[in-house]
């Protein structure tokens, strides 16, 4: 089982920044794929970024490359996603997900794809 909690959401200016961190608890977070994803109100959840166990592979939506980068610090079991040049369309709940790396090891995800789930942080991009 494996338990994980988002923080650093917030309210911040169109072209401004944050980073959200994941800390996950229960299992050691280097055996575990890790994904980022957001829900927008009256919309679907929708993959925003993941990392491979390692840290070695990333993957981004395409609405958010170049602006977004995942990272991880296995010794710290935290899951970070800096979010630069933020748009009003980026404003969601975001969500932590995590799925053990021998069920699947990261790609353009779906949210079928991940087991376990964070509660969410809200993300407000104003204009």
């Known amino acids: 089982q494996v338990q994980l909690v988002e923080s650093g959401g917030g309210l911040v200016q169109a072209g401004g920044s944050l980073r959200l961190s994941c800390v996950a608890s229960?299992?050691?977070?280097?055996?575990?794929?890790m994904g980022w994803f957001r829900q927008a109100p009256g919309k679907e959840r929708e993959f925003v970024a993941t990392i491979s166990w390692s840290g070695g592979s990333t993957y981004y939506a395409d609405s958010v490359k170049g602006r977004f980068t995942i990272s991880r610090d296995n010794a710290k079991n935290t899951v970070y996603l800096q979010m630069n040049s933020l748009k009003p369309e980026d404003t969601a709940v975001y969500y932590c997900a995590a799925v053990f790396w021998y069920r699947y090891q990261g790609g353009k995800s779906t949210p079928s794809e991940y087991d376990y789930w964070g509660q969410g942080t809200q993300v407000t991009v104003s204009s």
């Open positions: 229960g299992r050691t977070l280097s055996s575990i794929t």
